[in-house]
């Protein structure tokens, strides 16, 4: 079972920056990412769908923090990072890391994993 956990949420006012990590990792078997992604899901809104990576650093982003989010794969350390820039109030949600791709266990087969989140807070 591939894990991931995500880090860096916190309080931050707006305008201000912070930078979210989500770690992959499986114990026992070799696994390999092809997709990792970042969801975020307000209070009282559904679960939406904000940045997205690829293995080969292709990148697509909500218009809604198009310029201001940055996401970015180290495949090395099978880790995605995201970096909020210029934050605005309605930011604020939990935010969730997905991650996809093969695992050995120890056939190859596919693995589509979620982090628990990590909370993000921006006051205006």
């Known amino acids: 079972q591939v894990q991931l956990v995500e880090s860096g949420g916190g309080l931050v006012q707006a305008g201000g920056s912070l930078r979210l990590s989500c770690a992959a990792s499986e114990a026992r078997f070799s696994f390999w990412i092809n997709n990792m992604d970042w969801y975020r899901q307000g209070p009282g809104k559904q679960r939406e769908l904000v940045a997205s990576?690829?293995?080969?650093?292709?990148?697509n982003y909500d218009d809604s923090v198009k310029d201001r989010f940055t996401i970015s794969m180290d495949n090395a350390k099978k880790t995605a990072y995201l970096q909020m820039d210029s934050l605005k109030p309605e930011d604020t949600a939990d935010y969730y890391c997905?991650?996809?791709?093969?695992?050995?266990?120890?056939?190859?087969?596919?693995?589509?994993?979620w982090g628990q989140g990590t909370q993000v807070t921006v006051s205006s």
């Open positions: 997905n991650a996809r791709g093969q695992v050995a266990d120890p056939y190859i087969r596919p693995f589509d994993s």
């Open positions: 990576v690829t293995g080969h650093g292709s990148t």
